[in-house]
């Protein structure tokens, strides 16, 4: 399975942008990368997802590395409702079977 | 302006009992599928299914059954419960196929068993 790599937390002031990395060196081809973020007891919602070129959308931001083994999430202007645990997904490719890869995910803290 | 429905919220079991655990969308997706979180963790693909009639498995379906017979509801059996299933599960929705697609993911069930 393609796995990606988060920091665990990282920490931003209110109104300022927030750069969230994530790894994923083993990705394949075909791969879409998906962000998703998730408030505490909620369930995940969806931010952005692309394939090969950044993509913008009312949320949020997506930079793809060239060679797409790695990609930055970028909230533009980060609200304490912003605050949340933020995964950087791959599909899961196990048994030819269709979902996403959760990892761990970076928990963000937004300090006011 | 419903979404994606879970229900129950909370259930508690005792081992060796079965349960249900149920999911409707209103949105005419053609994708369902359930992930379970366990505490700190992201979540994990249980079962999956393309449209009415077709299921197949994810990457933890031990435990589990799901059938589709239509279109709106998926829901998520569990034939003899185990501690081990204690978690919180999440029902998601799509138009498309998870890798292209976004998901609709409903709030949770949360289910102990003892």
């Known amino acids: 399975d393609a796995k990606t790599t988060q920091p665990n937390s990282m920490e931003s002031n209110e109104e300022e942008p927030v750069h969230l990395p994530c790894n994923h060196s083993?990705?394949?081809?075909?791969?879409?990368i998906h962000w998703y973020r998730q408030l505490p007891s909620q369930g995940p919602e969806y931010v952005i997802h692309g394939l090969t070129s950044n993509v913008n959308n009312r949320m949020a931001s997506l930079a793809i590395a060239e060679d797409r083994k790695s990609s930055t999430l970028i909230l533009h202007r980060a609200t304490l409702r912003d605050a949340a645990v933020y995964y950087c997904?791959?599909?899961?490719?196990?048994?030819?079977?269709?979902?996403?890869?959760f990892g761990k995910g970076t928990h963000l803290i937004i300090q006011p | 302006n419903a979404g994606v429905t879970q229900t129950p919220k909370f259930q508690v079991l005792k081992t060796g009992q079965s349960m249900t655990l149920q999911c409707a969308q209103d949105?005419?997706?053609?994708?369902m599928s359930w992930y379970r979180q366990d505490p700190g963790m992201g979540l994990r693909l249980i079962h999956y299914s393309v449209g009415a009639g077709i299921t197949d498995q994810g990457e933890v379906p031990n435990g589990y059954n799901v059938s589709r017979s239509t279109t709106e509801d998926f829901p998520l059996r569990l034939l003899s419960a185990a501690p081990s299933q204690t978690s919180v599960y999440f029902c998601?929705?799509?138009?498309?196929?998870?890798?292209?697609?976004?998901?609709?993911f409903g709030e949770g069930s949360r289910l102990t068993v003892l």
């Open positions: 997904i791959l599909p899961y490719s196990g048994g030819g079977a269709d979902g996403l890869t």
């Open positions: 949105m005419n997706h053609e994708y």
């Open positions: 998601a929705s799509s138009s498309g196929l998870a890798n292209t697609g976004e998901l609709f």
């Open positions: 083993t990705i394949s081809g075909t791969d879409y």
